[in-house]
């Protein structure tokens, strides 16, 4: 059957030329290639999924990725990965290569396995989401990108720069898995599908996506030093009991403000939710196309 390939033309490096450069790392294979605009990924997929779609596979960034991912959730249609992101976190974790031919072989050699998804109010992410200064880092290399067409990661850079200068604390009741109710005060609130390392040998990578359980690290209140200092200690495992709470085994997780609503970071991308936010693991809710193990 024809493999149906989406390319968000906004989507990381395929901005530039989008259909080429995956054409040809297709070529030979059965497959329709389409452009497909980010607000409009989600009703492609369920076109495809009723016309009897086995495999959809989602070429862009990790936005793209993660939109196609949602729609599949749930269903037996696979989802297949070309990844022309910056960082492609989750093509990264499964082991596919960003090599685009390399990629696009995977298609057919690789096998299906099922991976966990999580959600927040309802809307699935594959990677992580935050509160705090991830969500006005965003915010900032966005303005960038399109006031002064920097680069994803330059904008980032100086993004990550000017936050640490500007940032503020969050006041936050956390409920993990209905148990008495938390009070923090933080800069920061992670929240990851699946344990998230921290060690500068693989920081921000997963081991495993099928473990069926959110990771979630709260940063304590801090100065900016004090908070730049942590960071720089978790990286090389030697993170102390006032730097972070690392939350372990969580499968729900609530999160109350006086602020709402308040702006989120998922998969990249900002979201302005109402409180309370309402993180779950969905285990084994996806099916992907990774190389066999």
């Known amino acids: 059957m024809t493999m149906n390939v989406l390319v968000n033309p906004g989507g990381g490096s395929a901005a530039d030329d989008p259909l080429a450069p995956v054409r ?13 605009e980010g607000p409009d990924l989600v009703d492609r997929v369920a076109q495809l999924i009723a016309k009897g779609a086995t ?9 793209t990725i993660s ?30 290569p960003f090599d685009l031919e390399e990629a696009a072989s995977i298609l057919q050699s690789g096998e299906r ?18 509160i705090g200064l991830y969500p006005l880092m ?31 604390h969050y006041r936050l009741s956390l409920r993990i898995d209905g148990t008495e109710t938390e009070q ?43 908070m730049f200092t942590a960071m720089i200690r978790a990286l090389f495992n030697r993170a102390r009991d006032d730097d972070m709470i690392r ?17 989120i970071s998922s998969d990249g991308e900002t979201l302005q939710l109402a409180t309370p936010l309402i993180y779950r693991i969905r285990p084994k809710a996806l099916t992907v196309i990774a190389p066999r193990a």
Do not use: W
């Open 24 to 36: 040809d790392a297709l070529a030979g294979q059965d497959a329709s290639v389409e452009l497909v």
């Open 55 to 63: 495999c959809i596979v989602a070429a862009g960034g990790d936005g």
């Open 67 to 96: 939109a196609v991912a949602g729609a599949l959730a749930g269903t037996d249609v696979a989802l297949g990965i070309l990844p022309l992101g910056t960082l492609n976190h989750l093509a990264r974790d499964l082991g596919i």
């Open 113 to 130: 396995r099922l991976i966990d998804l999580a959600e927040v109010n309802d809307r699935l992410f594959v990677n992580n989401s935050a």
């Open 138 to 168: 965003v915010i900032d290399r966005e303005a960038q990108q399109h006031r002064l067409g920097r680069s994803k990661r330059l904008a980032m850079i100086v993004a990550g720069v000017r936050t640490l200068v500007r940032f503020r």
């Open 184 to 226: 923090e005060e933080t800069p920061l609130l992670f929240v990851g599908n699946n344990d998230y390392r921290l060690d500068i040998a693989a920081a921000g990578c997963r081991d495993r996506l099928d473990d069926g359980r959110l990771s979630v690290f709260v940063m304590r209140k801090k100065s900016r030093l004090g």
């Open 247 to 263: 939350l372990d085994d969580v499968t729900t997780l609530e999160v109350q403000s006086r602020r709402t609503p308040l702006t």
